[in-house]
């Protein structure tokens, strides 16, 4: 199966690998200094929990031009670049079209490139399980398990999610979500106190882990940023995970006072432009409920002005 993967990143390197071993023809486009360690180095990924290095030569491009046939287009980018990209893949004649990341607004993505569009494309959505980080060499430090993406479309279109089975092959799992855009918003409502902690204390995890206030008030913000989603309809998916938040608690503060003690994160790295926009979709729904959400607003607050922003 011939794959394009569009985002060479931390995210987008070990699913072009997780790809290359199903037995794919993988095309990575990557530009400027990430195009040339490509060509010269190759796909190089340290494992972090497997402790191996794995390189990989694949197809460099530096451009999707309108004739370049794939029969799947993985976009893997930050939120805040999505867009970017919109054009060239309306444009392009490949007709599956996967979006992998944190999304806000799947359906508003969806609607633009459609329209955008002169040809119908079949566009589906995921999250990979997995984080890390790029080193100045090229080299990709890749935090992960066995391998895992969250696949679902908005159709419930059952022959694209048959071809990305089949991308991926027997060694890497896909979890089809039949209600994708719930289980995206629901995420983002979960990483966003998480990620606005990291930022205010300059990704100092032990820091984190030992601060009762912090934690406690990243967990009642979560459960606020839910009540929003919920005010609006949307179930929350997986259910457990907002039952966790809303009934335990003490379960969920032990559990996040663990998580941020793991060595690992040490070596995970973010963009606080995707929080940003993150927050600028929430905004929308935040504006139109009763819902009272100061810890989300302290937090939101708090984080914007770490970094000088005024407003979003």
């Given at each position: 199966m011939r794959v394009l993967v569009l985002g060479a990143g931390v995210l987008g390197s070990y699913l072009a690998h997780s790809l290359?071993?199903?037995?794919?023809?993988?095309?990575?486009?990557?530009?400027?200094?990430?195009?040339e360690q490509l060509n010269d180095k190759g796909l190089v990924?340290?494992?972090?929990?497997?402790?191996?290095?794995?390189?990989?030569?694949l197809n460099v491009?530096?451009?999707?031009?309108?004739?370049?046939?794939?029969d799947l287009v993985f976009v893997v980018m930050k939120y805040n670049q999505f867009s970017s990209v919109f054009l060239t893949l309306a444009n392009n004649i490949s007709e599956n079209i996967i979006f992998v990341g944190n999304n806000a607004n799947p359906?508003?993505?969806?609607?633009?490139?459609?329209?955008?569009?002169?040809s119908k494309k079949k566009i589906g959505f995921g999250f990979q399980t997995s984080a890390g980080m790029r080193e100045d060499s090229g080299r990709v430090v890749s935090i992960h398990g066995?391998?895992?993406?969250?696949?679902?479309?908005?159709?419930?279109?059952?022959?694209?999610?048959?071809t990305v089975k089949k991308a991926f092959g027997i060694h890497y799992k896909v979890t089809i979500e039949k209600d994708?855009?719930?289980?995206?918003?629901?995420?983002?409502?979960?990483?966003?106190?998480?990620?606005?902690?990291?930022?205010?204390?300059?990704?100092?995890?032990?820091?984190i882990s030992k601060s009762k206030v912090d934690l406690n008030?990243?967990?009642?913000?979560?459960?606020?940023?839910?009540?929003?989603?919920?005010?609006?309809?949307?179930?929350?998916?997986?259910?457990?995970?907002?039952?966790?938040?809303?009934?335990?608690?003490?379960?969920?503060?032990?559990?996040?006072?663990?998580?941020?003690?793991?060595?690992?994160?040490?070596?995970?790295?973010?963009?606080?432009?995707?929080?940003?926009?993150?927050?600028?979709?929430?905004?929308k729904l935040k504006s139109n409920t009763n819902v009272n959400i100061k810890n989300w607003n302290d937090l939101e607050k708090e984080s914007l002005k770490k970094y000088h922003i005024n407003n979003i």
């Open positions: 290359i071993k199903a037995g794919n023809d993988v095309t990575m486009l990557a530009r400027g200094k990430r195009y990924i340290k494992h972090y929990f497997q402790n191996k290095t794995t390189v990989d030569k491009i530096s451009e999707l031009k309108k004739d370049h046939l794939y359906k508003r993505m969806e609607a633009e490139i459609q329209k955008l569009s002169k066995k391998g895992n993406v969250i696949f679902g479309n908005l159709n419930g279109d059952l022959s694209l999610q048959e994708i855009e719930a289980w995206l918003l629901t995420h983002y409502v979960f990483i966003l106190p998480m990620n606005s902690l990291l930022y205010i204390n300059d990704f100092n995890t032990q820091k008030k990243m967990i009642e913000a979560t459960n606020e940023g839910l009540k929003v989603l919920k005010a609006h309809g949307v179930n929350i998916t997986p259910a457990l995970q907002g039952k966790l938040i809303s009934d335990y608690k003490k379960l969920y503060y032990f559990a996040m006072k663990i998580y941020f003690k793991l060595p690992m994160n040490k070596i995970v790295s973010g963009s606080f432009d995707e929080i940003v926009a993150l927050y600028n979709d929430f905004e």
